[in-house]
């Protein structure tokens, strides 16, 4: 059995939570302060639904604040990418040489600043194309079925922690381990930088990007550029295919971001098209069509009265 912290009690920390209790693992929620440690002690503990919503089985999980002493073997971090830092500072004190700690977020950044901020810790970044969403607090509902790649953020090509993918798998998380995780999350990154922003600037589903088409290949090609300056020549050999094909895979999809502004929530834009910005100009790699892009993208924000970065 083993021992797992989960910090972001959210969409996919609750989904995360419940399915490794299923399996009889030591579970523990690390909530934000008292408040939250109330509002969760009040519920029937984390909820967990089918798609449908037909089902919903409850799991008692315990839960703690930051400040607990207990050290933490598995961390799985499970918030948005700009609170990631914040949140991993609260319990950095409690991760030893032997920790390991899973990076849920989406977009790039969030996770070398963390690697960064634990250069002892083992810290493993995960790329995942499952769907889960709130239908309250605590419940989470099991939106789409999905994979989860998962990899060393620091490329030293080491096997997998002992059992890990195994007792993911076992838990009903389906997973898969990688020693190229940035080619993933770069790849998922350049297909956002072009999906997301525009399905939010046009309003609109995946599917009907399919009438901007000079737009989203002239963007597919500043970003091949900027993916070749950045190391990653696979993903840019078929970057344009691979944006079309889940422009028309899933057409009727609202992308992350533009159900983030329909729900006057922040976005993690920063972590996105921000990121890709930052890293053009970091490696001198104009990409003008992506930064005005960016500038769109903020000012539709800005005019929602949601942050910017
Ligand atoms: N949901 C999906 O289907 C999905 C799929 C693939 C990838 N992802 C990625 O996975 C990440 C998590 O997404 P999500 O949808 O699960 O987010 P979410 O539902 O917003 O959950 C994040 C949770 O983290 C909590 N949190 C933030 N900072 C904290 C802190 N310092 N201490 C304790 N709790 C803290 C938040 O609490 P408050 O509510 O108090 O802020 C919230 O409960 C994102 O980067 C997302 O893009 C999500």
Redesign the pocket.
């Known amino acids: 059995m083993m021992t797992w912290h989960i910090?972001?009690?959210?969409?996919?920390?609750?989904?995360w939570a419940a399915r490794l209790a299923t399996q009889k693992h030591r579970v523990q929620l690390?909530?934000?302060d008292n408040a939250?440690l109330a509002r969760y002690q009040a519920t029937q503990g984390i909820g967990l639904s089918d798609a449908q919503r037909q089902h919903t089985t409850y799991y008692p999980i315990a839960a703690q604040l930051?400040s607990d002493a207990q050290p933490i073997e598995y961390l799985l971090l499970?918030?948005?990418?700009y609170?990631?830092q914040?949140?991993v500072s609260?319990v950095a004190q409690r991760l030893t040489t032997n920790s390991v700690v899973i990076l849920?977020?989406?977009?790039l950044g969030s996770q070398q600043a963390i690697q960064t901020m634990l250069p002892q810790v083992r810290c493993l970044a995960a790329s995942?194309?499952?769907?889960?969403?709130?239908a309250e607090?605590f419940h989470s509902v099991f939106?789409?079925i999905?994979h989860t790649v998962l990899g060393d953020l620091q490329p030293n090509a080491q096997a997998a922690p002992a059992n890990l993918i195994e007792t993911l798998n076992t838990a009903h998380i389906p997973c898969s381990w990688t020693n190229q995780i940035a080619q993933d999350l770069w790849r998922k990154l350049a297909i956002n930088c072009v999906i997301n922003p525009l399905t939010v600037i046009y309003n609109c589903n995946n599917g009907a990007l399919s009438a901007y088409p000079e737009q989203v290949n002239t963007l597919c090609a500043e970003l091949q550029q900027l993916l070749h300056a950045a190391g990653q020549p696979t993903t840019a050999s078929d970057l344009t295919e691979r944006v079309w094909h889940v422009i028309n895979s899933t057409a009727a999809n609202s992308s992350?971001m533009r159900q983030d502004v329909h729900k006057q929530?922040r976005s993690?834009i920063s972590?996105i098209t921000g990121f890709a910005c930052a890293q053009s100009l970091a490696l001198e790699c104009p990409t003008p069509a992506l930064h005005a892009l960016h500038q769109q993208l903020q000012n539709m924000l800005h005019a929602h009265g949601l942050p910017t970065t």
């Open positions: 910090l972001g009690a959210g969409s996919l920390g609750c989904l690390i909530l934000r939250a930051a499970a918030c948005k990418a609170d990631a914040t949140a609260q849920l977020q989406n977009g995942s194309t499952e769907g889960a969403y709130l607090p939106a789409g999905g992350s929530r993690e972590f």
